[in-house]
């Protein structure tokens, strides 16, 4: 019986231990399920502060940008008031105003007319023309927003054979823009965009996510895509295409902006889909059956500008050229490095040009003159400007741009010469207009030998220096740019497209040749002038290998000499602040039966013709 007893007693401990455990498991789960309560509630409260933050950072966003735009426009207006401001003050000092200010306060005194004329004769310094100054952004710095600001090189040293050697990176130009009036919204990977980025003006960097944030602070006229593999569009664009890919898209269809789908690389299939959604598609794979869009040397990036510490003495292959760990705008440094480039066969045809339009040799040996001709041939094959004119023509959108439509001036004061002369600018393309002036004959000489080009011709005066000639003749050329050619010298058939090249890549106004052959007669002997001042900014030219801007000639003018007056017109461009750049030395040949400056001053090359030299 006490056996028993002591079970129960002992079954009712337990019994009442485990009520005591279940008590205490209901309060910890009713204390638990009301945290959970607290922390949904919580969850609910952070969700809604976080929808009313991003909220207030998209609506801070929009403030930023519409204040960004208004500090743009704001600063676009000062500086249109600057320029307006600028332009009247250079019309106030030009030659042509003074004297005809001269003109006009002395008609009635012949005693102030010699005055005035006398005061208007000489040369006054030009106003400084303004600049564009960067706009400051909500923080208070400065954003460069010219293109290839953000794209410069970064890598300054390179590694050959366990020799470590410092570069001084290229510069990679931050403009012009070709054609300023058209924006373009661009994906695309860094070498596509650098080719891209000077065609008009381009917006980068936006993602499926911000895109209806960012293009409408600048609406675009196009959207072109290209086939990037890395990035937060590469999966949009692969494969099935992306919600994002299709809401851009509808972004641009509601607005009217012409969509584009460039194929730069990889398979096709694997972006076909996506590119059945633009309107159009570009391929550069001649296997696809879509219209081309071909790499082309892009002149900004792609030209023969040397680094500052010039090139090393050294062959390299490609794989020493472009190790892979290069960014482009690094690659744009080491096509100007070697002595010569040895690329093995396959090579792209792309990155061949790309070489060449840098000026550097292709091959085992360094060759000059073979490297003159690759250029040329580089640039021949198309740049990116002139496909760039196909797409926006395929696409219906203008493609106007500045040209470099040409007139040349010659000035003929041998009627002995005017054969040869009207023969040198025969060679020629690319001469829409020739101002000859000269003896009668000349005239109908000229129609017969230049029957496609427009011919003006002027009489000269019986005492009419080459100078007075040039200066009557500025004011009837028409064309971009203009060109003057001495009758006298021997001129290669690519002389003018070679120099008009300049324009593509550099900032001058007035492009010619400080280094150039020249051949004397009567010693039968070729000389080299300053072999190292080719593609260079100098403070001289030649005046036989001038080619300018026309309107700069005009506010210069020129000298009233026959001899010199080139030398008077480089001291002014040097006063005015005007650039002066000196191209190759090819295609020209400077003639005279004797010259004791140039025999003092040029390397002999050899007693013989300089034509093989100089004309290739």
Same mark, same amino acid.
């Given at each position: 019986?006490?056996?028993?007893?002591?079970?129960?007693?002992?079954?009712?401990?337990?019994?009442?231990?485990?009520?005591? /455990?279940?008590?205490?498991?209901?309060?910890?789960?009713?204390?638990?399920?009301?945290?959970?309560?607290?922390?949904?509630?919580?969850?609910?409260?952070?969700?809604?502060?976080?929808?009313?933050?991003?909220?207030?950072?998209?609506?801070?966003?929009?403030?930023?940008?519409?204040?960004?735009?208004?500090?743009?426009?704001?600063?676009?207006?000062? %500086?249109?008031?600057?320029?307006?401001?600028?332009?009247?003050?250079?019309?106030?000092?030009?030659?042509?105003?003074?004297?005809?200010?001269?003109?006009?306060?002395?008609?009635?005194?012949?005693?102030?007319?010699?005055?005035?004329?006398?005061?208007?004769?000489?040369?006054?310094?030009?106003?400084?023309?303004?600049?564009?100054?960067?706009?400051?952004?909500?923080?208070?710095?400065?954003?460069?927003?010219?293109?290839?600001?953000?794209?410069?090189?970064?890598?300054?040293?390179?590694? !050959?054979?366990?020799?470590?050697?410092?570069?001084?990176?290229?510069?990679?130009?931050?403009?012009?823009?070709?054609?300023?009036?058209?924006?373009?919204?661009?994906?695309?990977?860094?070498?596509?965009?650098?080719?891209? /980025?000077?065609?008009?003006? *381009?917006?980068?960097?936006?993602?499926?996510?911000?895109?209806?944030?960012?293009?409408?602070?600048?609406?675009?006229?196009?959207?072109?895509?290209?086939?990037?593999?890395?990035?937060?569009?590469?999966? &949009?664009?692969?494969?099935?295409?992306?919600?994002?890919?299709?809401?851009?898209?509808?972004?641009?269809?509601?607005?009217?902006?012409?969509?584009?789908?460039?194929?730069?690389?990889?398979?096709?299939?694997?972006?076909?889909?996506?590119?059945?959604? %633009?309107?159009? #598609?570009?391929?550069?794979?001649?296997?696809?059956?879509?219209?081309?869009?071909?790499?082309?040397?892009?002149?900004?990036?792609?030209?023969?500008?040397?680094?500052?510490?010039?090139?090393?003495?050294?062959?390299?292959?490609?794989?020493?050229?472009?190790?892979?760990?290069?960014?482009?705008?690094?690659?744009?440094?080491?096509?100007?490095?070697?002595?010569?480039?040895?690329?093995?066969?396959?090579?792209? *045809?792309?990155?061949?040009? &790309?070489?060449?339009?840098?000026?550097?040799?292709?091959?085992?040996?360094?060759?000059?003159?073979?490297?003159?001709?690759?250029?040329?041939?580089?640039?021949?094959?198309?740049?990116?400007?002139? /496909?760039?004119?196909?797409?926006?023509?395929?696409?219906?959108?203008?493609?106007?741009?500045?040209?470099?439509?040409?007139?040349?001036?010659?000035?003929?004061?041998?009627?002995?010469?005017?054969? +040869?002369?009207?023969?040198?600018?025969?060679?020629?393309?690319?001469?829409?207009?020739?101002?000859?002036?000269?003896?009668?004959?000349?005239?109908?000489?000229?129609?017969?030998?230049?029957?496609?080009?427009?011919?003006?011709?002027? #009489?000269?005066?019986?005492?009419?220096?080459?100078?007075?000639?040039?200066?009557?003749?500025?004011?009837?050329?028409?064309?971009?740019?203009?060109?003057?050619?001495?009758?006298?010298?021997?001129?290669?058939?690519?002389?003018?497209?070679?120099?008009?090249?300049?324009?593509?890549?550099?900032?001058?106004?007035?492009?010619?040749?400080?280094?150039?052959?020249?051949?004397?007669?009567?010693?039968?002997?070729?000389?080299?002038?300053?072999?190292?001042?080719?593609?260079?900014?100098? +403070?001289?030219?030649?005046?036989?290998?001038?080619?300018?801007?026309?309107?700069?000639?005009?506010?210069?003018?020129?000298?009233?000499?026959?001899?010199?007056?080139?030398?008077? !017109?480089?001291?002014?461009?040097?006063?005015?602040?005007?650039?002066?750049?000196?191209?190759?030395?090819?295609?020209?040949?400077?003639?005279?039966?004797?010259?004791?400056? !140039?025999?003092?001053?040029?390397?002999?090359?050899?007693?013989?013709?300089?034509?093989?030299?100089?004309?290739?």
């Amino acid at each position: 019986m006490s056996i028993e007893l002591e079970s129960t007693r002992r079954a009712l401990r337990e019994a009442i231990s485990q009520a005591e /455990r279940a008590a205490e498991l209901a309060r910890l789960l009713d204390a638990a399920q009301a945290r959970l309560a607290a922390a949904e509630e919580s969850a609910n409260e952070v969700k809604a502060l976080a929808e009313r933050l991003s909220e207030t950072e998209e609506r801070l966003a929009a403030e930023r940008a519409a204040a960004d735009k208004l500090r743009k426009e704001l600063a676009e207006q000062r %500086f249109q008031a600057e320029v307006a401001n600028w332009k009247l003050s250079s019309i106030k000092v030009a030659r042509w105003n003074r004297l005809g200010d001269a003109i006009k306060s002395g008609k009635s005194n012949p005693v102030r007319l010699a005055k005035g004329l006398r005061g208007a004769a000489k040369p006054v310094q030009r106003p400084t023309a303004p600049k564009r100054k960067p706009v400051a952004d909500a923080s208070g710095k400065p954003k460069d927003e010219r293109p290839g600001a953000a794209f410069q090189a970064t890598s300054t040293t390179r590694t !050959l054979g366990g020799a470590s050697f410092k570069l001084k990176p290229y510069r990679v130009p931050t403009g012009p823009n070709t054609r300023p009036h058209l924006t373009a919204a661009v994906i695309a990977d860094p070498h596509a965009e650098a080719l891209l /980025r000077y065609e008009w003006r *381009q917006t980068t960097g936006f993602t499926p996510r911000d895109f209806a944030r960012v293009l409408p602070l600048e609406v675009p006229h196009l959207l072109v895509v290209a086939s990037v593999t890395q990035g937060p569009w590469a999966q &949009e664009i692969t494969g099935e295409p992306g919600e994002g890919l299709k809401a851009l898209l509808e972004w641009c269809r509601e607005r009217g902006i012409r969509t584009v789908f460039w194929h730069t690389q990889g398979e096709v299939e694997a972006y076909a889909a996506a590119a059945e959604l %633009f309107e159009h #598609r570009f391929t550069t794979d001649l296997t696809v059956a879509w219209p081309r869009l071909q790499f082309g040397v892009q002149p900004r990036v792609h030209n023969p500008l040397p680094l500052a510490g010039g090139r090393i003495d050294r062959v390299l292959t490609i794989d020493q050229l472009l190790p892979g760990h290069l960014a482009y705008p690094d690659v744009l440094t080491s096509y100007r490095w070697p002595a010569a480039a040895d690329c093995p066969p396959g090579t792209p *045809q792309w990155r061949l040009a &790309e070489i060449a339009a840098c000026g550097t040799p292709i091959g085992t040996e360094p060759d000059s003159r073979r490297a003159h001709v690759a250029l040329r041939r580089a640039y021949q094959m198309g740049t990116m400007t002139e /496909r760039i004119d196909e797409l926006l023509d395929v696409i219906g959108l203008p493609s106007a741009r500045a040209t470099l439509n040409t007139s040349v001036m010659l000035p003929i004061l041998d009627p002995y010469l005017m054969e +040869h002369g009207l023969a040198q600018v025969a060679k020629q393309s690319g001469v829409d207009q020739v101002v000859i002036i000269g003896p009668p004959e000349s005239e109908l000489r000229a129609r017969d030998v230049l029957p496609d080009v427009e011919i003006v011709y002027r #009489r000269p005066h019986p005492a009419m220096t080459e100078g007075a000639m040039l200066d009557a003749g500025i004011d009837l050329c028409e064309a971009d740019l203009v060109a003057v050619m001495d009758p006298r010298d021997v001129y290669g058939p690519h002389y003018l497209s070679d120099l008009r090249r300049a324009f593509l890549f550099g900032t001058a106004d007035i492009v010619g040749k400080a280094a150039f052959y020249a051949h004397l007669r009567k010693p039968q002997a070729t000389l080299l002038k300053q072999p190292d001042a080719e593609y260079t900014y100098l +403070h001289e030219i030649t005046g036989a290998t001038l080619l300018a801007r026309r309107n700069t000639l005009r506010e210069l003018g020129f000298a009233d000499l026959t001899e010199g007056w080139d030398e008077v !017109l480089m001291r002014q461009c040097r006063s005015d602040g005007v650039k002066v750049f000196s191209a190759d030395r090819f295609g020209y040949v400077r003639v005279r039966d004797e010259d004791r400056w !140039l025999l003092g001053a040029a390397h002999l090359v050899e007693y013989g013709s300089a034509e093989p030299h100089a004309l290739i």
